[in-house]
């Protein structure tokens, strides 16, 4: 079964893969500034000790912090808004005009027609939604921190404990440096944030790919082309992905199989209408 196009490294997908490290740089910002700006809060209240002032100098203390993460909080939406009003649908874009040139058509040119619109809205708002739950969880675990640093230096301030804060404890119960999944696990913000993005721009981009085959080229097969190891589902799926052919809706459905995938799908209109395939044969 001939392909094609020699399969090799495209130029978009470079492009991507360059947006999505920059992009997931720039989201871990706001949050490096949240983890500093917790830091300094416990270093001034460590050093507060009973007497005239000190409560003064805890409410001011705590004050500033709840302005960072005010201030961690926009920074965070302006990101995200931009991401998912920009970056995706270039990304779906993108996949869509790689999909074309993958298949050695004539069509250069990609139209945002009502079929497209209608698959990158909602993509992309489901996408913002999920960065916007993670803003929200992080403001919310930052001003519990807050609160218990506060009543931390209280105890202090009145006598109850005479050794200061706990700096170690109340960093360890609220780590603003981590984000933390729902099985608790905590992995650190960066990580998260490449493997984020990661996710939202390769399925946007595969999206992108995929419709395109079946809208412009009517094409009714896909190539994979996936890491050698790659399961077609999951990563531990011993359905392995690539070098395979897949159904248009096969694709659809599985347009990556997990975080960090770098799964690309090519078009593969010269197969329409052979009946010697099916979906996951290898070529």
């Given at each position: 079964?001939?392909?094609?196009?020699?399969?090799r490294p495209d130029r978009q997908r470079t492009e991507l893969l360059t947006l999505i490290a920059a992009s997931a740089a720039q989201l871990s910002?706001?949050?490096?500034?949240?983890?500093?700006?917790?830091?300094?809060?416990?270093?001034?209240?460590?050093?507060?000790?009973?007497?005239?002032?000190?409560?003064?100098?805890?409410?001011?203390?705590?004050?500033e912090f709840?302005?960072?993460?005010?201030?961690?909080?926009?920074?965070?939406?302006?990101?995200t808004t931009r991401w998912a009003a920009t970056d995706l649908p270039t990304a779906y874009r993108d996949g869509a005009l790689q999909a074309l040139r993958r298949a050695n058509r004539s069509i250069t040119r990609f139209r945002w027609t009502v079929d497209h619109q209608a698959t990158v809205?909602?993509?992309?708002?489901?996408?913002y939604a999920d960065l916007i739950r993670r803003i929200q969880e992080t403001v919310r675990r930052a001003q519990a921190f807050a609160r218990a640093a506060q009543d931390a230096v209280r105890d202090v301030v009145v006598g109850r404990h005479h050794d200061g804060i706990d700096r170690t404890?109340?960093?360890?119960?609220?780590?603003?440096?981590?984000?933390i999944y729902a099985d608790q696990s905590r992995h650190p913000v960066a990580s998260w944030a490449r493997s984020a993005l990661s996710w939202q721009g390769v399925v946007s981009a595969n999206?992108?790919?995929?419709n395109t085959a079946r809208w412009e080229l009517g094409a009714e097969w896909m190539q994979c082309v996936d890491g050698p190891e790659c399961g077609f589902v999951s990563h531990e799926d011993t359905d392995h992905a690539s070098g395979t052919i897949r159904s248009l809706d096969d694709a659809a459905m599985?347009?990556?199989?997990?975080?960090?995938?770098i799964r690309e799908w090519i078009p593969r209109p010269d197969l329409n209408g052979r009946t010697d395939i099916e979906s996951g044969d290898s070529i």
């Open positions: 079964m001939s392909t094609p196009t020699q399969i910002r706001p949050w490096d500034r949240l983890a500093t700006a917790q830091q300094d809060l416990l270093a001034t209240l460590e050093l507060i000790q009973p007497g005239v002032g000190a409560t003064r100098q805890a409410r001011a203390a705590v004050n709840n302005q960072q993460v005010a201030q961690f909080d926009r920074d965070a939406r302006a990101f809205t909602p993509l992309t708002a489901v996408f404890k109340l960093a360890s119960d609220h780590p603003l440096d981590k984000v999206a992108g790919a995929v599985y347009p990556a199989a997990h975080h960090g995938c």
